[in-house]
């Protein structure tokens, strides 16, 4: 059974429609559209609003109970609804359920006349007692079922919308998309024939649709938002279907407007803080969470969001306070994001030590997630632990193997240049690490659109396996480096050092070949970018 939404054909529907909701309304439209525990919150804190027909709210409260096997509460609360509205035939209808639950069908019977008595022409009751029969076993009562549903049609001359519900919620259960999609159309229209709008179904046609076609779902919540503007069910299923959908910029902009809506929940905060943060808007996500921490502070989610979106806001001090509430919170399970920002956040906050058992951490839970290697390494390098850096960097590279980038293949030619110079000059290690690093920026200068800074750092690599006497092979790669540089006219100013890097080493290579003029070349070339090198002009004098 529902309570409906009747709208003036003079004013329109959305008119009405906007001045009808709210209150303990919502929880009916909810319970009706099977979201049981959202309806059972709007029930409970609207009970003693003075709108709220009792009769009605206590129905449904029991409704809810029978459902989650209260069954004592359940009768209470059916009990209750009698007292406060007799000339309802519902809550009879409630208490003929239990009957029918505990075996005893004559006692349901008498229950179910009792409500049909109050009003003979209301083929909703109808509908519910057919209801009531396959809530309890839609095989064994059958029979029932098909008698009332049959007398409903006849009372209502086939327009009872709960009927058609009814089907539809039987067609579903036996996953029958399109009969039941089908039921569903019939109560909207035979209810838009009579200046009534049937959220339930709106919404329960969405659901049946979502999957084999979710435009077609959102397209018939889009609608019922039109009709009923107000309605946090209206408003709460769109943002949900948005959500289902992947859609999550119009997720969280549905959600925002339903935000409003004095029935919305804690949890639907909780999401739409989440949104809000995966769209980038941080500030305001920042602000939802802590909104929702003033009325549940340990809210061990919401300290999660205040942590991300700090951290997005580079507020480390701010994350980090949160971080520390989240990892100390009671019962809270942790994910890979969890560390791997925690993580970010202690690196930034110089905390290099704590960062890397975060980074560990998240690699742990979460080991097919590479991208956190490359963390590892650079918290390894700012701990000026090299060899440990670019162990973590070149097990990266080994697990993506073709995914690995040029960047990430120069970074790890980077770390074992780092590893190279912290280890004797002159050892065999040293020269290992230098010969690695080489082996992988020549990989990355292979396919690189510019090679000047990679042939320069392979320069360095040289020199570091082979010590400070220009060979052969350092000075064909400084001419690989300036033939690079070269090509634009401006890297005479924007990369001084590296023109006077290899400049010198080219005139110190022809000096040692005993090649004076084409060393006198190069140190001309070196007073060319370096016009103040008094040092090198009086050298040049005695040259």
């Given at each position: 059974m529902?309570?409906?939404f009747v709208f003036s054909i003079l004013l329109g529907a959305s008119a009405l429609g906007a001045s009808a909701q709210g209150g303990y309304q919502d929880g009916v439209d909810y319970y009706n559209a099977d979201r049981f525990?959202?309806?059972k919150i709007i029930l409970n804190n609207t009970l003693n609003q003075p709108q709220t027909d009792k009769g009605v709210a206590y129905y449904y409260l029991g409704s809810i109970d029978l459902r989650e096997g209260k069954t004592a509460d359940a009768k209470a609360k059916f009990e209750e609804g009698i007292k406060a509205k007799p000339e309802s035939g519902f809550n009879y209808i409630g208490l003929g359920e239990i009957a029918l639950k505990n075996g005893d069908k004559k006692g349901a019977e008498s229950q179910f006349k009792a409500a049909i008595n109050t009003d003979k022409k209301n083929a909703a009751l109808l509908a519910a007692v057919a209801r009531a029969y396959f809530n309890v076993d839609p095989v064994t009562y059958k029979k029932e079922i098909d008698s009332n549903i049959a007398k409903a049609m006849k009372v209502s001359k086939n327009m009872e919308s709960d009927v058609y519900v009814l089907q539809g919620d039987m067609a579903a259960k036996e996953h029958n998309v399109g009969e039941a999609a089908g039921k569903y159309e019939q109560a909207i229209e035979y209810?838009?024939?009579?200046?009534?709008?049937?959220p339930e179904a709106f919404v329960k046609y969405?659901?049946?649709?979502?999957?084999?076609?979710?435009d077609f779902a959102i397209n018939k919540l889009k609608e019922l938002n039109e009709l009923l503007p107000t309605s946090?069910?209206?408003q709460r299923e769109l943002a949900e279907k948005y959500y289902d959908n992947n859609q999550f910029t119009l997720a969280a902009q549905q959600y925002g407007k339903y935000m409003s809506n004095p029935n919305h929940f804690q949890q639907d905060e909780q999401r739409y803080s989440g949104l809000l943060y995966f769209g980038q808007d941080y500030a305001k996500s920042l602000q939802v969470a802590e909104d929702v921490l003033k009325k549940d502070p340990d809210n061990f989610y919401m300290y999660r969001m205040v942590m991300l979106n700090n951290a997005a806001l580079k507020n480390y001090e701010a994350a980090d306070a949160a971080a520390q509430k989240l990892f100390a919170a009671p019962g809270a399970t942790f994910t890979y994001t969890d560390y791997v920002t925690y993580g970010d956040v202690l690196e930034n906050?110089?905390?290099?030590e704590k960062a890397l058992q975060m980074l560990e951490k998240a690699h742990a839970t979460n080991p097919d997630k590479k991208d956190v290697l490359i963390k590892i390494s650079a918290a390894y390098s700012g701990m000026k632990d090299y060899a440990k850096a670019a162990e973590f960097m070149q097990k990266y590279v080994d697990e993506a193997g073709d995914e690995a980038s040029l960047q990430e293949i120069f970074v790890l030619s980077n770390r074992y240049k780092n590893l190279a110079i912290s280890l004797p000059e002159g050892s065999d290690e040293r020269k290992a690490a230098a010969q690695?690093?080489?082996?992988?920026?020549d990989m990355a200068i292979k396919d690189a659109a510019t090679k000047a800074p990679l042939y320069r750092n392979r320069a360095t690599l040289l020199m570091v396996r082979d010590g400070s006497t220009p060979t052969d092979e350092l000075a064909e790669t400084y001419k690989n480096m300036l033939a690079e540089y070269d090509k634009d006219p401006a890297n005479k100013t924007k990369n001084v050092d590296g023109y006077k890097s290899a400049y010198n080493v080219l005139a110190n290579y022809y000096l040692n070949k005993n090649d004076k003029a084409t060393a006198r070349e190069y140190y001309n070339k070196m007073l060319e970018v370096d016009?103040?090198?008094n040092e090198l002009r009086e050298y040049l004098k005695k040259f």
């Open positions: 529902k309570f409906k525990e959202q309806a209810d838009r024939q009579k200046g009534v709008i049937n969405a659901n049946v649709y979502i999957k084999p076609n979710p946090a069910l209206a906050l110089g905390q290099n690695k690093g080489l082996e992988y920026v016009p103040n090198n």
